[in-house]
T-cell receptor
Framework: NAGVTQTPKFQVLKTGQSMTLQCAQDMNHNSMYWYRQDPGMGLRLIYYSASEGTTDKGEVPNGYNVSRLNKREFSLRLESAAPSQTSVYFC??????????????FGSGTQLSVL | RKEVEQDPGPFNVPEGATVAFNCTYSNSASQSFFWYRQDCRKEPKLLMSVYSSGNEDGRFTAQLNRASQYISLLIRDSKLSDSATYLCVVNSGTGNQFYFGTGTSLTVIP
């Protein structure tokens, strides 16, 4: 059981380049998230998808787009990377939103550097 | 005011010590509470959920005080392998709202 799988694990971009971070889960979860983690900031929500076919902005959506391709997959795209987007990105999933005590499961993260 | 606040530490304790972390949250309507553990450069992993009645898992005890809006984690008989960052996570129970503390760093010293 792979859980939540993220690719790539590491990426270096030049300012202005684009890329897509891939995320897939095999737990039949309905809801998926993209977070970024910066030193001293904790995890901050970029976008989430409550269910297949829906996406919503989180706390820090600027500069990002997402696609919920199907129930399993939720991708994060940087159209024109900026140095401020240097961070560690985590994908996460949960069975269903709004259920108490439902727990987040995380992918292993993508370390992104934008030069 | 941040939704969830934690003392970032670091906490440096000798093996065998007991250490406690606290976390406060601002939304009194919050429904679910968790402690996650995060090792350096790795993903957060669930350590334990926190229930109103308090719960224990081996050397780890979690408590929730709704009146004062704080959550605690107690680690007894600390092991070297307990060295990590501990994240307090709160879910308001509506929408997408998981809020993360910045984490408390623990180093257990031989």
């Amino acid at each position: 059981n792979a859980g939540v799988t993220q690719t790539p694990k590491f990426q270096v971009l030049k300012t202005g380049q684009s890329m897509t971070l891939q995320c897939a889960q095999d737990m039949n979860h309905n809801s998926m998230y993209w977070y970024r983690q910066d030193p001293g900031m904790g995890l901050r929500l970029i976008y989430y998808s409550a269910s297949e076919g829906t996406t919503d902005k989180g706390e820090v959506p600027n500069g990002y787009n997402v696609s919920r391709l199907n129930k399993r997959e939720f991708s994060l795209r940087l159209e024109s990377a900026a140095p401020s987007q240097t961070s560690v990105y985590f994908c996460a999933s949960i069975l269903s939103l709004g259920q108490t005590n439902e727990k987040l499961f995380f992918g292993s993260g993508t370390q992104l550097s934008v030069l | 005011r941040k939704e969830v606040e934690q003392d970032p530490g670091p906490f440096n304790v000798p093996e065998g010590a007991t250490v406690a972390f606290n976390c406060t949250y601002s939304n009194s309507a919050s429904q679910s509470f968790f402690w996650y553990r995060q090792d350096c450069r790795k993903e957060p992993k669930l350590l334990m959920s926190v229930y109103s009645s308090g719960n224990e898992d081996g050397r780890f005890t979690a408590q929730l005080n709704r009146a004062s809006q704080y959550i605690s984690l107690l680690i007894r008989d600390s092991k070297l392998s307990d060295s990590a960052t501990y994240l307090c996570v709160v879910n308001s129970g509506t929408g997408n709202q998981f809020y993360f503390g910045t984490g408390t760093s623990l180093t257990v010293i031989p």
